[in-house]
């Protein structure tokens, strides 16, 4: 339900791009990301839920890539959400996960805000970043963005 | 496919060198026709101070819809940023090291508009200017003005920022192990391939911090090769873990750039700022993360 609170225990998921703070290591795979990759906007920073409805890493790559183009050089960041609240306490901020399905043209009932903060969290967003797994979308995401989004 | 068959055959190039020679060179018997990278590079060797560089089109340009120019010169030479006639980046730098590496240029895209013909014209104050205190250095002035490229074919290769990248590798390659210059092609080509076309808004790619990385790489040798990202700004960052809760994370500017590190299970940040010639701004253990 919109505006609950994530569990502890659960994670969000990031659709992290080449461009936008995912790092690659020496053979060209996604394996990280820099403060970059977190998009905040006025409402928080944007996500989904990775366990919503039974879900997994592979049911939020279907996800994610079901509302914007996922292509092989693209990464899923999972960040854990019990250990998110812990690092923005521990640079003086409240954050939490909350679930905000989203209902329009692509619906994504898993989607998620990050909040409490704000680009200007440069430096929790550094601390953020290294929490986080980093894997690239299934091969199955990827197939399935393509027949959405035809390229 | 050859630059001829591409129709860049009509440029030429004339370059006046401190008045001690001219030399006008059909572009199209220099240009490596085996090259499948899009650009399209002029430069010279030797310490030669150019009074004027004009680059001419004589026609149109047949199927290409711009071409990109790239200027070089010797890496060995000091240099600053000039702006080029395009409003593209000029750039150079002191590093007497390079010069033993032999083959190193620095590059300078200009992107010239539509294939329309004319002339531009790069100042002898613009040359003096990159080219700083090496202005009246004639010696040598027998070695000439050289030409090499390819046409930038916007259709087959949409996104610049790649071509750039992988051409600045390719003259820097002098500097780098064979197993670096691996990595940071298949990085490049990771972060870069995507084009320009994303849904996100994409950052302009600083050659200048891709230049710096190169040279930090270069002298420091790491043990480990880094992971890569672009950061907002467009500036290249390069990051070493330690263990799975640590990491340093380095971002390259012109002369140095910012360091941060961090310790998850430490609970510490810790960051600042670098110069190129030196690791001691990098605080302690993170600098010793980089080199272990």
Known sequence: MKGDLIPRTDHVALHCQPKTGLEYNGVGIPVGITKDAFRADDDGISSNWVEY????????????????HARKSHGVATINVGELIDVALDGGKEASAIHDPIELQRPNPGHSLIVGLGAADHEILDVLALTADVAPFTEDSIAQSKAIFGR | MSLGEQGISGVTARASLGGLSDGRIDISSLVDTASDVDSFCCGWTGKLVP????????????????????????????????????????????????SAKGTNFLACPMVIGEGAAGSYMFSAGACFEALGS?????????????LFGTAYIPQRY?????????????????????????????????LLAEGDDGELAA??????????????????????????AIAKSGLFSASWTHGRRAKITLSFDRDGGEWVGVDLDAKIRNSGAFVRDSLAGIALPYREWITA
């Open chain 1, 53 to 68: 409805d039974g879900g997994n890493f592979a049911t939020v790559c279907l996800c994610l890539a079901s509302v914007r």
């Open chain 2, 51 to 98: 009074q004027t560089l004009l680059i001419e089109r004589e026609g149109s340009y047949s199927g290409i819809e711009s071409s990109v120019i790239e200027l070089l010169w010797e890496a060995s030479i000091p240099a600053s940023f000039v702006q080029g006639i395009s409003g593209s980046v000029v750039y150079g730098a002191a590093r007497s090291f390079l």
């Open chain 2, 134 to 146: 090496a202005r009246g250095a004639n010696e040598n002035a027998s070695t000439g003005l050289c």
């Open chain 2, 158 to 190: 949409p996104n610049k920022s790649l071509i750039y990248a992988l051409k600045f590798l390719s003259f820097r390659k002098g500097l780098l192990s064979p197993e670096q210059l691996h990595s940071l092609e298949l990085q490049m080509t990771a």
């Open chain 2, 203 to 228: 950052p302009e790619v600083s050659l200048l911090s891709l230049d710096t990385l190169i040279e930090f790489l270069s002298r420091y040798r790491p043990r480990t090769h880094p992971n890569l």
